[in-house]
Nanobody, 124 residues
Framework: QVQLVESGGGLVQAGGSLRLSCAAS????????MGWFRQAPGKEREFVAT????????YYNDSVKGRFTISRDNAKNTVYLQMNSLNSEDTAVYYC?????????????????WGRGTQVTVSS
């Protein structure tokens, strides 16, 4: 099994920034595509961003494009999500996910491993 552990969530004022981290352990990181999803209370889980093994390909939800940046450090088995210009609509539990297929995807079903999530709360 692959374990994914998110960190870096917390409370931030609107307009502020946070950097989320996701550390992978257990099985070899290999060439997994990594992604971030989020889920607000009463809403469906939503795609946020994804990144390929060599970081050559990234995709973002339109709602975060230009504000969020996904990156990874394969030597550290870690993926990051830099979040800037946060607003109340960004309040959610953020989940890290890994896709063993190695193909970039934007659906939850494209991913095989999931972290437990980290809460991000943006105050208005």
């Amino acid at each position: 099994q692959v374990q994914l552990v998110e960190s870096g969530g917390g409370l931030v004022q609107a307009g502020g920034s946070l950097r989320l981290s996701c550390a992978a352990s257990g099985r070899t990181f290999s060439n997994y595509v990594m992604g971030w999803f989020r889920q607000a209370p009463g809403k469906e889980r939503e795609f946020v961003a994804t990144i390929s093994w060599f970081s050559a390909i990234t995709y973002y939800n339109d709602s975060v494009k230009g504000r969020f940046t996904i990156s990874r450090d394969n030597a550290k088995n870690t993926v990051y999500l830099q979040m800037n210009s946060l607003n109340s609509e960004d309040t959610a539990v953020y989940y890290c996910a890994a896709a063993t297929s190695g193909r970039v995807g934007v659906r939850s079903s494209d991913y095989d491993y999931w972290g437990r999530g980290t809460q991000v709360t943006v105050s208005s």
